[in-house]
C-alpha cells in the first residue's frame, strides 16, 4: 500500500496513519510497519527536550541552506530502498514543503528559484511512475476546529501560526487539487471522531486496493483462521 496523507496540522493526519498502520498490522500481518512524518522543518525527532535544541539550530540556517537541505530529505524518500517495501506511507512529503516553505522559511516561493509548487508536479510525476498505485489522502478541517485544537493540544515545535490558518488551509487545498496523482480522495475531519474519520478512509480506500493488497488480506485472514481452528 503507497499512501501520502496531507493537510494542514490539527487535520488529524498523524492520528490516521497510526491507525492505518495498526490497520495493516492486524489485518495483512505486515511486521514493523510504520510511517514517515518527518517533512516539515525542523524534521527534529525525539522526545523533547532533547531535539529542541537540534531544532534551533536547523531553523538557524540560511533559506538557502534550508532548501538544500529540505530537498535532500524529500528526495530520500523516493529511493529504492523505500519503494522495495509492501508499504510506503508518508505523511505531507513535498506538498507539506510547497505549503510551507514560502510562508516559513523564505524560498521556494513561486517562480524563484526550487520553486516548490513546479518541484511538487515534477515529484507528483515521479511517484506515479515508479508507483502507480500511489493514494493521495488529503484531510482537512474548518479554521475554527483547527484553532480549537491548537489551543486544547498545542504540538512541540509547531509552526503554524493562528494568523496563518486560512492561507495553510487553502494552500494544501490547492496542491491537492492540483496534484498529479489521480488516486486520491478527501476526508473532514471537522466533526468526525479519529474512529469516523477511519471508518471514512476504509470505505474511500477499498476501491483502490490493489490485488497484492487484497492477496495478503486474504492470505492473513485464511493464517487467523488457521491459527484459531
Known amino acids: 500500500m503507497r499512501l501520502i496523507i496531507i493537510g494542514c496540522e490539527y487535520t488529524g493526519k498523524t492520528t490516521l496513519a497510526g491507525d492505518i498502520v ?3 498490522k492486524a489485518n495483512m500481518g505486515a511486521p514493523l510497519l510504520g510511517f514517515h512524518d518527518h517533512f516539515v522543518l525542523p524534521f527534529a525527532e525525539g522526545p523533547e527536550p532533547d531535539v529542541t535544541e537540534e531544532a534551533q539550530q536547523i531553523l538557524s540556517l540560511k533559506p538557502k541552506l534550508l532548501e538544500k537541505y529540505s530537498r535532500y530529505m524529500i528526495q530520500y524518500h523516493l529511493n529504492d530502498a523505500f519503494y522495495g517495501d509492501d508499504h510506503h506511507l508518508v505523511i505531507n512529503w513535498y506538498y507539506g514543503d510547497a505549503v510551507y516553505a514560502p510562508l516559513c522559511y523564505g524560498y521556494g516561493g513561486h517562480d524563484e528559484y526550487a520553486d516548490r509548487q513546479h518541484e511538487a508536479r515534477v515529484y507528483d510525476h515521479e511517484v506515479t511512475k ?12 474548518s479554521p475554527e476546529v483547527v484553532r480549537q485544537r491548537m489551543a486544547a493540544n498545542p504540538h512541540p515545535r509547531c509552526i503554524l501560526k ?32 479519529a474512529k469516523e ?3 471514512q478512509w476504509l470505505r474511500l480506500m477499498d476501491p483502490h486496493f490493489t490485488p497484492a493488497d487484497r492477496a495478503r488480506l486474504l492470505t492473513h485472514a485464511m493464517i487467523m483462521k488457521d491459527a484459531t481452528s
Open 130 to 141: 515508479r508507483a502507480p498505485d500511489t493514494v493521495l489522502v488529503h484531510l482537512k478541517a
Open 22 to 24: 495498526s490497520w495493516i
Open 197 to 199: 474519520t477511519f471508518r
Open 162 to 193: 493562528d494568523q496563518d490558518v486560512e492561507k495553510v488551509l487553502q494552500r494544501f487545498q490547492e496542491e491537492y487539487n492540483r496534484s498529479g496523482i489521480r488516486r486520491r480522495f478527501e476526508l473532514d475531519t471537522t466533526t468526525a471522531t
